[in-house]
């Protein structure tokens, strides 16, 4: 029986996972090279949701520190503990190691069920607006003889797309300059912002003290596992060589810096609503199956474009637009991880609910950057009379589909373009300094920053270099008043990007530089 029950916006969720370099070890290849099974030990901590990597790059080694046998291959399917690739290994005597390239692989979490789930309890932040991607679907119309009706004889579904996906946030953290830029170059804290906490020993974020990187720490276990850079496979045997537990309270220091190559991280979102009455851990009648969860997840999703706007008397905003690989239906049974109990949570707030992943029970953590505290400094001077204005960086990114490396539900790439990075104020002047460095020939010298910081010693700093002056427009005033001008400068050269804060990034594959 079909419920009359419907789905509400009081009961709906989105919350971010991040795509990771997954690392498999001493695993099994069968099937004649064509499969990949996971090895006992971590069958028992974690279970893959089925098909969600279909379309994932993976590399595959042999697990022997003498002789490695190296392959790279597209993950056909999976299932909870098996990958099948598009192609035979090599050689398939001994263990095996696989790891699963991070582009449309969301990191898996601890086991649950058979079915699976994935770290998506990370929040987004202050959302104002969230639109999901869109999927359309190509038609295929065709007539298959030369005489009949009107109508077409045939018709088939050609490609999906997943088109848009967008955010504006109110801006209380820096953690989207890494998905714009591409890497951390350098991620830095004290003893006084790493420290331990036995509280969280279960269900807590981890920093591995050793290699400069954030886990996820679940009974002493790193969801998911990461790979320490021996030859043999060499992982840390579900466990970091030395870590401390992230108290939430002092802040990191992250350095960002451009990605040059073909490759952005990418993250995953997860999107759930759910019927009123029925709570995460009920959401599904053992009769009715999905009928009261509405599921998708959005993977591969890359910034396109991140535009930080400020304004007189208001926050900070980001707006962010995407580019999508994927959309993926979860299977029956699939329970996502934010607000499903204390045993899927991490960290676990006092109550022993699950808190998403950087939200802080203290608001004034939460709290978004306020253009009132912020800096604009050009030609290496401080302007004092900007009134509004927005940096955007643009990554230009195109989809793209290979052959033999997708399939019509899936891009096999998305390849960034010309990176550029625009800055627009509108703002009061007091002398001709813009309109002349406008007209001059040259690059204009000196520095140009946006510094935004809170009362927390949160802060984040954009410091950019060779830059010219596009247009300077003067408006005759209408009245008495201040004359406003609106400047668009485009720049060629980010000098330094860094933020400052309690977020906690787990980055491309679990390592601080990102690459």
Known sequence: M?????????????????????????????????????????????????????????????????????????????????????????????????????????????????????????????????????????????????????????????????????????????SWLYYALGKISTLSGGSTSITADNSNADNGIGYDTSNKRIVRVRDSNIFPEVYDGSASGGEDNFGPDSFSFYNNVSNFTYTFAEADDDVLPSFALDVVYRKAGHSGTTVLDSNTPNENMYSRIFTGCQVNTLTLNFEESQEVKASIDLVTRRAFDTPDGYLPLAGNGPDLAAPTNTSGESAMINYSATLADNYPFLFSDGSITLFGQSMARVKSGSLTINNNLTPQRFVGNYNRQTMSAHIPGQRTYELSLTMLITDTKLWDEMRSANESTGALRLKFTKDSGEEIDIQLADYTINSVNVPFPEDKGAVEVEVVASARTLTTATYTGKWAIMTLGGTATGN
């Open 2 to 174: 079909v419920s009359n029950e419907v789905f509400v916006g009081a009961n709906a969720q989105v919350g971010l996972c991040p795509e990771l370099d997954l690392y498999f070890d001493a695993g099994t290849v069968g099937g004649s090279g064509l499969t990949f099974q996971l090895s006992g030990g971590q069958q028992s901590v974690t279970a893959l949701i089925p098909d969600l990597y279909s379309g994932c790059t993976v590399k595959v080694e042999q697990d022997n520190a003498s002789d490695l046998d190296t392959a790279y291959r597209t993950v056909v399917t999976n299932t909870a503990t098996t990958f099948t690739l598009d192609a035979a290994l090599p050689n398939t005597s001994g263990t095996h190691n696989l790891t699963v390239m991070s582009f449309g692989a969301p990191a898996y979490g601890p086991k649950k069920s058979s079915t699976g789930t994935i770290l998506s309890g990370n929040w987004l932040g202050l959302v104002n607006t969230f639109t999901p991607p869109n999927v359309t679907v190509e038609m295929k119309q065709l007539n298959l003889a030369v005489a009949g009706g009107r109508n077409y004889d045939y018709q088939y579904k050609g490609a999906e797309t997943v088109e848009g996906g967008s955010l504006d946030l109110s801006l209380n953290n820096g």
